[in-house]
């Protein structure tokens, strides 16, 4: 059963090498990867493996038969669906914001075509491509809005990267700290950070150390509050 494993690794990896767009991204994920338990187990079981295989093999998925809305959407659906089961933990809010939530900050900032929407720290993209989608209803052309955006997190990155590539959307998505080290300046002056038509983030309130320095944030352990009069 651990073939299956290193087959599709190697699968991936050669999808990759003959994609330059797709390198980096769709191997992030290492399938024959061992447990960090040190059992001698994978990663990533290879009867899941299998099972998840043989249940998509009979399905078409070509651009002839599945359009870019559909494979896109139903890809945010398995985001969503793993962000649910992990609400109790933080990787859920790593990468994904409520579609609610990103609802009502889109409307309020009513992207318009032709213009540039930018989200610094984009998780896995839904800022953008809900962005995109406010820009389809006005023009009926997604690609009128130009998208930019940044995450600090690698595998993060892969997945914004492979949501755009999914819903059609020519996307710059950069890995990288977007305090630290901002990727998009100024065309005519790259000593200055690039400004943007539209901004759509949910920042990072909960990271204890934005800086990366060392130095996390602490708060005090007590707060006594005080009464006058």
């Given at each position: ?56 093999d009979p399905i078409p998925l070509d651009n002839s038969n599945v359009t870019p809305?559909?494979?896109?959407d139903a890809y945010e659906y398995l985001i969503k669906k793993f962000a649910d ?145």
């Amino acid at each position: 059963m651990d073939e299956k494993n290193e087959r599709l690794h190697e699968a991936v990896n050669a999808i990759a090498e003959r994609n330059p767009t797709l390198k980096g991204i769709i191997n992030s994920v290492r399938w024959n990867e061992s447990a960090p338990d040190g059992s001698g187990k994978k990663r990533l079981d290879p009867e899941v493996v299998a099972t998840a295989i043989n249940y998509l093999d009979p399905i078409p998925l070509d651009n002839s038969n599945v359009t870019p809305d559909v494979l896109g959407d139903a890809y945010e659906y398995l985001i969503k669906k793993f962000a649910d089961e992990n609400k109790a933990g933080a990787s859920a809010g790593q990468f994904y914001t409520p579609p609610e939530v990103r609802d009502i900050i889109v409307r309020f900032i009513q992207p318009e075509p032709d213009q540039t929407m930018y989200d610094p720290t984009c998780g896995s993209g839904g800022f953008l491509i809900d962005g995109a989608k406010f820009v389809t209803g006005s023009c009926g052309d997604a690609k009128r809005l130009r998208l930019f955006g940044q995450e600090t997190i690698w595998n993060t990155w892969a997945i914004a990267n492979i949501n755009m590539l999914l819903h059609g959307l020519d996307a710059q998505v950069k890995q990288g700290n977007t305090i630290k080290a901002p990727w998009f300046k100024a065309e005519e002056d790259e000593s200055r950070i690039r400004q943007f038509d539209r901004v759509g983030a949910n920042f990072p309130f909960s990271e204890e150390n934005w800086w990366l320095n060392g130095t996390p944030k602490k708060w005090p352990e007590k707060v006594t509050a005080t009464k006058s009069g």
